[in-house]
């Protein structure tokens, strides 16, 4: 049986807010971001990749390409990324993968951290981190945005276009909070934050686990 924990957050201050995890045995994340109609807005685009100085051969670039963060992007940087790391999501030798961009007003994007396969690949680190951004294409809303983490064991992985689902695998946490992005709209200047704030990616937060399984997940509560 999982265990749900769900945090709604208003977000007045700054800061940030952390869940920790022990290590479940899992051996993928599944990171969900979530809006509804008429709510958050229309079309989000997310950001997700390893960190800057994690010490993977895949790690991130903060810049206007956003290089190594798996989402949308415009032609001027090659499109939409999905998968980093030695392989693609259906050779199963990936460390993240993105199901697909959701141009909706309604919808989700998910996101895959194939955990124990980024942990053989990388005997010598110990620790990983995971950051997640987003902006709004179209428009801006409330902001509003639900994000999931949730620890997987087992099964087979499927995408559905814009989301993954796994069948025949044990769900066996999920760590979720309500947050706000009211950065947009267009693709800006990505993660390039030399640039003027309105015109980048908003960092929502990160995930991070360590080579034994345990791990937190630490979300950004400015507005």
């Known amino acids: 049986m999982s265990n749900i924990n769900f945090f709604r957050i208003l977000q007045s201050g700054g800061g940030e807010s952390t869940v920790t995890f022990p290590d479940q045995s899992q051996d993928t994340f599944r990171i969900t971001y979530t809006w509804t109609q008429g709510d958050g807005g229309n079309d989000l685009d997310t950001l997700t990749g390893i960190a800057p100085g994690t010490g993977t051969s895949y790690d991130g670039t903060l810049n206007a390409g956003s290089s190594n963060f798996t989402g949308f992007k415009t032609s001027t940087y090659g499109g939409k990324l999905f998968s980093v790391g030695p392989g693609n999501f259906a050779s ?100 390039d934050f030399s640039q003027a704030s309105s015109t980048t990616y908003k960092y929502m937060g990160k995930l991070i686990f360590e080579s034994n399984g345990s791990g937190y997940v630490s979300v950004n509560l400015t507005q």
């Not at 961009?101 to 955990?115: M, P, Y």
């Not at 639900?146 to 989301?163: P, Q």
């Open 92 to 191: 199963g030798n990936y460390f993240l993968a993105w199901a697909g961009d959701n141009t909706s007003g309604a919808g989700v994007e998910d996101i895959l951290v194939n955990q124990d396969y980024m942990i053989s690949q990388n005997s010598a680190l110990t620790e990983f981190e995971i950051q997640l951004y987003s902006r709004w294409y179209t428009t801006i809303g409330t902001g509003g945005i639900d994000i999931a983490v949730e620890l997987w064991t087992g099964g087979t992985w499927s995408d559905e276009g814009t989301y993954f689902e796994n069948s025949g695998g044990t769900l066996q946490d999920t760590i979720s909070f309500s947050l706000n992005c009211l950065k947009g709209t267009g693709y800006g200047n990505g993660l």
